[in-house]
């Protein structure tokens, strides 16, 4: 059977060197059709589809993957199943030439499956040696564990009702804070275990111990217990990456209206909704303009934040939740966050990242320097988060 001679193909892939396989999509619909007995719709069924490639990779025991020609919907449900694969980069079709596949290669693959028309691209397959990692692999493989643990959530939010218990801080803590925790640490444990993890739900780490970290993880599973016990959908899952004592790379999501943020230091930041895919750029202005966009917190206004307020010139004032504050600034819909009360490292880690990328700046209010990570106390200093704003 021609099922039986794909996954033959996909066992050849596993030298060490670079070996590049592809898959033609109509062909791989045909193959996922048979192992269901022919009962699959004649349209493209893309759960089957996703299924049938992700019990295929893991047969062949590849690792990285290059993902082509990829609609939104597919691309997200073989993300959903690609959990133990270490690097996944995503790529549009066009970029195949720039690439330099090598297509007798790919057709030497391709016809010991038994098909030679691959002219549409499913997928290429490189195996590369996992103990490498890009960062587009490392980043997309992030993004797919704050999705998964935003379905989580949703999973609690929607039901009637939820367990609330106070922590030793006085702070609320739902099965909602500790689901996500579990699949966010799980998978990062499990694809980065060279990677340490600070999280809000987990045992704080002596500073001892984390002053040598190279690389650290920096995690809120729920940004927003409150809000989202307030069922008013301002909560997020953040996510970031930390080189030595500065952000590298940040991720947050978005879980009631499925919008995902994300930066990397250098690279830009970008906010996808709908499968849609937009750069991030803040909104340009001066201090002293009159009717400056100013974030504060649902929960946490406070006089001094109050006070800082009432000395711009004729503010308007927009109140949100969590990490959507940096997000508002980021999207250019707001000018100023100041924070004039106390937060934690995984409040602000994931989403200063992306702020930052989008072109703004995040600075402790008393010396006007940026925050900086894993230090002896995971506790911030008081900050305030700018846009774009102009010196002059």
């Known amino acids: 059977m021609r099922n039986a001679r794909v996954l033959h193909a996909f066992q050849q892939v596993q030298q060490p060197h670079d070996v590049i396989a592809v898959i033609e999509l109509g062909f791989f619909h045909r193959?996922?059709?048979?192992?269901?007995?022919?009962k699959m719709d004649h349209a493209l069924d893309i759960g089957v589809v996703a299924k049938y490639l992700a019990h295929?990779?893991?047969?062949?025991?590849?690792?990285?993957?290059?993902?082509?020609?990829?609609?939104?919907?597919?691309?997200?449900?073989?993300?959903?199943?690609?959990i133990g694969?270490?690097?996944?980069i995503y790529r549009h079709r066009r970029e195949a030439v720039a690439d330099q596949i090598d297509d007798g290669v790919a057709s030497n693959i391709a016809a010991s499956a038994g098909d030679k028309n691959f002219g549409h691209v499913l997928l290429v397959l490189s195996c590369k040696n996992a103990k490498s990692m890009d960062k587009n692999g490392l980043l997309e493989s992030v993004k797919l564990l704050a999705r998964e643990a935003g379905?989580?959530?949703?999973?609690i939010y929607q039901r009637p009702d939820f367990n609330v218990v106070d922590k030793s801080d006085h702070s609320p803590l739902t099965d909602a804070d500790q689901a996500s925790n579990q699949i966010i640490c799980d998978g990062l444990a499990r694809l980065f275990p060279k990677f340490p993890i600070i999280s809000e739900e987990n045992r704080e780490t002596p500073y001892e111990e984390r002053k040598t970290y190279a690389y650290c993880w920096l995690v809120d599973?729920?940004?927003?217990?409150?809000?989202?016990?307030?069922?008013?959908?301002?909560?997020?899952?953040?996510?970031?990456l930390i080189k030595g004592q500065t952000?590298?790379?940040g991720v947050v999501y978005i879980p009631v209206t499925e919008e995902l943020f994300w930066a990397w230091r250098g690279m830009g930041a970008f906010w996808e909704l709908g499968g849609i895919?937009?750069?991030l750029k803040t909104a340009s202005f001066r201090l002293t303009d009159a009717g400056l966009g100013v974030v504060a917190s649902r929960s946490h206004m406070t006089p001094e934040t109050e006070t800082f307020i009432s000395s711009l010139n004729q503010p308007s004032l927009l109140s949100r939740g969590s990490a959507l504050k940096f997000l508002l600034l980021a999207k250019g819909e707001a000018h100023l966050y100041p924070r004039l009360a106390p937060t934690m490292e995984w409040d602000t880690g994931a989403a200063q990242m992306i702020l930052?990328?989008?072109?703004?700046?995040?600075?402790?209010?008393?010396?006007?320097?940026?925050?900086?990570?894993?230090?002896?106390?995971?506790?911030?200093?008081?900050?305030?988060?700018?846009?774009?704003m102009n010196a002059s």
């Not at 193959?31 to 022919?38: I, N, P, T």
């Not at 047969?59 to 939104?72: D, E, Q, T």
């Open 85 to 88: 694969i270490q690097q996944i």
């Open 151 to 155: 379905a989580a959530i949703m999973d």
């Open 221 to 240: 599973p729920l940004d927003g217990t409150k809000e989202f016990i307030r069922r008013n959908g301002d909560f997020t899952v953040n996510i970031a």
């Open 31 to 38: 193959f996922a059709h048979q192992l269901e007995g022919g």
């Open 56 to 82: 295929a990779l893991q047969i062949a025991k590849i690792r990285s993957v290059i993902l082509y020609l990829l609609s939104g919907d597919l691309r997200y449900a073989i993300q959903r199943r690609l």
């Open 356 to 388: 930052e990328e989008a072109g703004g700046s995040v600075l402790e209010a008393e010396t006007q320097q940026p925050l900086l990570y894993n230090k002896p106390n995971l506790l911030n200093p008081h900050f305030i988060a700018f846009g774009g």
């Open 277 to 279: 895919i937009r750069p």
């Open 247 to 249: 952000l590298e790379m």
